[in-house]
Protein backbone atom coordinates (compact mmCIF):
# COMPACT_ATOMS: atom_id res chain seq x y z
CA UNK A 1 0.00 0.00 0.00
CA UNK A 2 1.30 3.79 -1.03
CA UNK A 3 0.02 5.34 2.20
CA UNK A 4 -0.73 8.97 1.81
CA UNK A 5 -2.21 10.43 5.36
CA UNK A 6 -4.32 8.96 8.01
CA UNK A 7 -7.20 8.93 5.57
CA UNK A 8 -5.84 8.03 2.25
CA UNK A 9 -4.16 4.83 0.62
CA UNK A 10 -3.87 3.26 -3.10
CA UNK A 11 -2.44 -0.14 -3.84
CA UNK A 12 0.99 -0.24 -5.42
CA UNK A 13 -0.56 -2.11 -8.07
CA UNK A 14 -3.55 0.59 -8.83
CA UNK A 15 -0.58 3.48 -8.62
CA UNK A 16 1.34 4.80 -12.13
CA UNK A 17 4.70 6.01 -10.90
CA UNK A 18 5.94 8.92 -13.19
CA UNK A 19 9.51 9.99 -13.76
CA UNK A 20 11.37 12.27 -16.15
CA UNK A 21 14.53 9.75 -16.00
CA UNK A 22 15.37 6.29 -15.03
CA UNK A 23 18.22 7.32 -13.20
CA UNK A 24 15.79 8.97 -10.58
CA UNK A 25 13.96 5.63 -10.43
CA UNK A 26 16.92 2.96 -9.92
CA UNK A 27 15.83 -0.49 -9.93
CA UNK A 28 13.63 0.26 -6.68
CA UNK A 29 9.99 1.01 -8.56
CA UNK A 30 11.07 -1.95 -11.40
CA UNK A 31 8.36 -4.17 -9.64
CA UNK A 32 5.83 -0.73 -10.20
CA UNK A 33 3.51 0.30 -13.31
CA UNK A 34 6.61 2.52 -13.52
CA UNK A 35 6.83 5.38 -17.31
CA UNK A 36 10.15 7.46 -17.75
CA UNK A 37 8.75 10.89 -19.66
CA UNK A 38 11.87 12.04 -20.97
CA UNK A 39 13.08 15.60 -20.26
CA UNK A 40 10.76 18.38 -20.55
CA UNK A 41 7.06 19.29 -20.10
CA UNK A 42 5.78 18.42 -23.92
CA UNK A 43 7.43 14.82 -23.48
CA UNK A 44 5.75 14.58 -19.80
CA UNK A 45 2.49 15.48 -20.90
CA UNK A 46 2.46 13.09 -24.05
CA UNK A 47 4.14 9.98 -22.02
CA UNK A 48 1.67 10.58 -18.93
CA UNK A 49 -1.56 10.91 -21.41
CA UNK A 50 -0.52 7.94 -23.17
CA UNK A 51 -0.26 5.60 -19.91
CA UNK A 52 -3.59 7.08 -18.41
CA UNK A 53 -5.04 5.65 -21.53
CA UNK A 54 -3.47 2.35 -21.14
CA UNK A 55 -3.05 2.07 -17.19
CA UNK A 56 -5.77 3.69 -16.37
CA UNK A 57 -4.32 4.42 -12.79
CA UNK A 58 -6.21 5.12 -9.95
CA UNK A 59 -3.16 7.48 -8.35
CA UNK A 60 -0.32 9.53 -10.40
CA UNK A 61 2.75 9.58 -8.20
CA UNK A 62 5.28 11.79 -10.43
CA UNK A 63 8.32 11.44 -8.49
CA UNK A 64 11.94 13.37 -9.56
CA UNK A 65 15.24 15.56 -8.42
CA UNK A 66 14.42 19.27 -8.14
CA UNK A 67 16.27 22.22 -7.38
CA UNK A 68 15.02 23.93 -4.01
CA UNK A 69 15.29 27.66 -2.14
CA UNK A 70 15.15 27.14 1.56
CA UNK A 71 15.52 23.23 1.95
CA UNK A 72 18.17 21.01 2.23
CA UNK A 73 20.16 18.68 -0.66
CA UNK A 74 18.41 15.18 -0.02
CA UNK A 75 15.16 16.90 1.31
CA UNK A 76 11.63 15.47 0.25
CA UNK A 77 8.92 17.76 -0.64
CA UNK A 78 5.67 16.94 -1.31
CA UNK A 79 4.60 19.79 -3.95
CA UNK A 80 1.02 20.57 -3.99
CA UNK A 81 0.94 23.92 -6.09
CA UNK A 82 2.45 24.45 -9.35
CA UNK A 83 3.16 27.26 -11.67
CA UNK A 84 4.06 27.19 -15.26
CA UNK A 85 7.49 29.30 -14.60
CA UNK A 86 8.32 29.61 -18.25
CA UNK A 87 5.01 30.99 -19.06
CA UNK A 88 5.53 34.99 -20.11
CA UNK A 89 2.84 36.66 -22.01
CA UNK A 90 2.97 39.89 -19.66
CA UNK A 91 3.81 41.52 -23.70
CA UNK A 92 0.10 40.81 -24.31
CA UNK A 93 -1.26 42.14 -21.10
CA UNK A 94 -1.65 39.06 -19.12
CA UNK A 95 -0.05 38.37 -15.62
CA UNK A 96 3.16 36.71 -14.69
CA UNK A 97 3.15 33.06 -15.76
CA UNK A 98 -0.38 33.18 -16.71
CA UNK A 99 -1.58 30.91 -19.42
CA UNK A 100 -3.46 33.27 -21.47
CA UNK A 101 -7.35 32.53 -22.02
CA UNK A 102 -7.28 29.30 -20.78
CA UNK A 103 -8.97 29.74 -17.21
CA UNK A 104 -6.08 28.22 -15.54
CA UNK A 105 -5.19 29.94 -12.28
CA UNK A 106 -1.63 30.89 -12.38
CA UNK A 107 -0.88 28.87 -9.07
CA UNK A 108 -2.09 25.22 -9.84
CA UNK A 109 -3.62 23.81 -6.99
CA UNK A 110 -3.73 19.60 -6.94
CA UNK A 111 -2.09 17.33 -5.47
CA UNK A 112 -2.59 15.25 -1.97
CA UNK A 113 -0.50 15.91 0.92
CA UNK A 114 1.63 13.65 2.32
CA UNK A 115 2.17 13.09 6.15
CA UNK A 116 4.90 14.33 7.64
CA UNK A 117 6.83 15.94 4.58
CA UNK A 118 7.14 20.02 4.11
CA UNK A 119 5.46 21.14 1.25
CA UNK A 120 6.01 23.03 -1.90
CA UNK A 121 4.97 25.21 -4.45
CA UNK A 122 6.96 23.89 -7.73
CA UNK A 123 7.67 25.93 -10.99
CA UNK A 124 8.36 24.13 -14.11
CA UNK A 125 9.64 24.97 -17.27
CA UNK A 126 12.02 23.77 -20.40
CA UNK A 127 15.23 25.05 -18.89
CA UNK A 128 17.54 24.25 -16.29
CA UNK A 129 17.24 26.91 -13.73
CA UNK A 130 20.98 28.00 -12.01
CA UNK A 131 20.01 31.62 -10.99
CA UNK A 132 16.43 31.45 -9.34
CA UNK A 133 15.56 35.22 -8.78
CA UNK A 134 11.32 34.17 -8.67
CA UNK A 135 9.65 34.49 -5.04
CA UNK A 136 6.85 32.77 -6.49
CA UNK A 137 8.07 29.44 -6.34
CA UNK A 138 10.55 27.41 -4.30
CA UNK A 139 10.84 24.13 -6.11
CA UNK A 140 12.15 24.00 -9.39
CA UNK A 141 11.72 21.24 -11.98
CA UNK A 142 10.76 20.69 -15.67
CA UNK A 143 7.60 18.45 -15.89
CA UNK A 144 5.69 18.32 -12.65
CA UNK A 145 3.38 21.31 -14.21
CA UNK A 146 1.89 19.34 -17.14
CA UNK A 147 1.37 16.21 -14.71
CA UNK A 148 -0.62 17.96 -12.29
CA UNK A 149 -2.73 19.63 -14.97
CA UNK A 150 -3.67 16.35 -16.55
CA UNK A 151 -4.28 14.73 -13.21
CA UNK A 152 -6.88 17.23 -12.69
CA UNK A 153 -8.43 17.21 -15.60
CA UNK A 154 -8.99 13.38 -15.55
CA UNK A 155 -9.87 13.50 -12.05
CA UNK A 156 -7.59 10.94 -11.31
CA UNK A 157 -5.56 12.03 -7.60
CA UNK A 158 -1.76 13.34 -8.25
CA UNK A 159 0.85 13.02 -5.62
CA UNK A 160 4.24 14.75 -6.30
CA UNK A 161 7.34 14.34 -4.68
CA UNK A 162 10.29 16.08 -5.25
CA UNK A 163 13.84 15.29 -4.04
CA UNK A 164 15.94 18.56 -3.56
CA UNK A 165 19.29 17.67 -5.40
CA UNK A 166 20.16 21.34 -5.59
CA UNK A 167 19.91 24.69 -4.74
CA UNK A 168 19.07 26.07 -8.42
CA UNK A 169 22.37 28.34 -8.07
CA UNK A 170 25.32 28.24 -10.24
CA UNK A 171 26.60 24.53 -9.04
CA UNK A 172 23.00 23.31 -9.46
CA UNK A 173 24.54 21.27 -12.52
CA UNK A 174 26.91 19.69 -10.70
CA UNK A 175 25.10 18.59 -7.34
CA UNK A 176 22.41 17.51 -9.74
CA UNK A 177 24.41 14.85 -11.16
CA UNK A 178 25.83 13.67 -8.11
CA UNK A 179 22.56 14.01 -6.09
CA UNK A 180 20.00 12.62 -9.01
CA UNK A 181 21.21 8.99 -8.33
CA UNK A 182 19.98 8.76 -4.74
CA UNK A 183 16.50 9.99 -5.08
CA UNK A 184 15.09 6.33 -5.77
CA UNK A 185 16.40 5.24 -2.55
CA UNK A 186 15.28 8.56 -0.61
CA UNK A 187 11.67 7.53 -2.28
CA UNK A 188 11.69 4.14 -1.24
CA UNK A 189 11.79 4.96 2.73
CA UNK A 190 8.83 7.08 2.12
CA UNK A 191 6.38 5.22 0.00
CA UNK A 192 7.12 1.29 0.70
CA UNK A 193 8.50 1.20 3.98
CA UNK A 194 6.77 -1.19 4.79
CA UNK A 195 8.68 -3.54 2.77
CA UNK A 196 11.85 -2.35 3.77
Given at each position: ??????????????????????????K??????????????????????K?????????????????????H?????????????????????????????????????????????????C??????????????????????Y???????????P???????????????????????????????K???????
Amino acid sequence: MIIINNETAFTVEDTLFVFALDSEAGKVFDHTNKITTGIGKVNAAIELTKAILKNKPKLIVNLGSAGGIGFHKGEIICCTQFIQRDMDARGLGFKKFETPLSNIPIILENGLKMDNLPEGICGSGDSFEMNHINTEYNVIDMEAYPLALIARRENIPFLCLKYISDDAGSDAADDWSVQVHLASEAFKKILFKDFI
